[in-house]
């Protein structure tokens, strides 16, 4: 299993830097104290996500120990890229879910197609005006590193640094947030999607919830993401998309609080066993985000 949510990651913070460095044209001192404030918040918000995310080879180590095999239903078609082109918004949602989609096909070294995805990324970077994210050197040497964890953190590493400064405007901010909300949605419906499709023949239900604990687990850790995403947008404009994220997060985090399953299991109750029934709502709805996002 190749090492791939790191570079997950990296791409996610590559375009967030592109949209947090642009400064704001001259103005009033106050106007600018007030929009550097609330810019600073946000960017704090995103890392506190980014944070609270599975750490970097966590998913793909996990994936590979269940021994799902690859499921390409469970990517968005790379074809789609040009139908989010028309908006801004649309097209920073699905770069977040393009980026975790890479992270996916790379951990099962489905290399070419990995290649086609970042190049569906270039596409609608460029369009939002992150221009340098990704040029075709960085496609042939991505490729030609996508098997070395090392050297392709290091070229993505390389990568950040050279971000020029495109976006400008208000918008930015909020592009930057829908990038991350788009990647967290994706890895949740990843997640929720491997164990929905694991197959029930394969192993006995109690040996097979065995298998898929720790990815439970790690689903079942997502909720503080969640809070931290909720805060992070419910600050925000509440025009389209945003308004729908919102609504969604808040069925998931309500979802997550009636589980109350990690104080259970904080509390050494014994005979609680994760089974793919206490995700039903959680699948349910990271299934109707990913949806609206990628529609």
Not at 108 to 127: F, P, V
Not at 156 to 161: E, F, G, I, P, Y
């Amino acid at each position: 299993m190749k090492f791939t949510r790191f570079s997950s990651l990296l791409f996610i913070v590559l375009l967030t830097a592109g949209v947090w460095s642009c400064g704001p044209s001259t103005k009033e001192e106050k106007n600018d104290e007030d929009f550097q404030t609330s810019e600073d918040a946000l960017k704090s918000q995103i890392e506190v996500i980014i944070d609270n995310l599975p750490s970097p080879s966590e998913i793909p180590y996990l994936l590979e120990s269940t021994g799902a095999e690859f499921n390409p239903g469970l990517v968005n078609d790379s074809k789609k890229a040009d139908q989010y082109l028309t908006k801004n918004d649309k097209i920073a949602l699905n770069l977040g879910i393009y980026a975790t989609d890479i992270g996916y096909l790379s951990s099962y070294e489905k290399t070419q197609q990995a290649i086609e995805y970042l190049t569906a990324c270039k596409s609608m970077a460029d369009n939002l005006g992150v221009v340098g994210s990704f040029d075709l050197e960085i496609l042939k040497k991505f490729e030609a590193n996508i098997a070395n964890k090392d050297s392709l953190a290091a070229m993505l590493d390389r990568s950040v640094q050279e971000t020029h400064k495109y976006l400008t405007g208000d918008s930015r901010d909020k592009l930057a947030a829908l990038i991350v909300t788009g990647s967290f949605v994706e890895g949740l419906y990843i997640s929720t999607g491997v164990i929905k499709t694991y197959p029930k023949d394969l192993l006995p239900d109690d040996k097979r919830n065995l298998v898929l604990t720790p990815l439970m687990r790690v689903i079942l850790e997502q909720e503080k993401s969640v809070d931290e995403l909720l805060k992070m947008l419910g600050a925000m404009d509440q025009a389209a998309p945003v308004a729908e994220m919102v609504a969604d997060l808040t069925a998931l985090q309500a979802s997550y609080r009636a589980l109350n399953l990690e104080e259970k299991i904080r509390n050494n109750k014994a005979n609680l066993v994760l089974t793919d029934k206490n995700l039903e709502d959680i699948t349910a709805i990271a299934e109707k985000m990913r949806k609206t996002i990628t529609g």
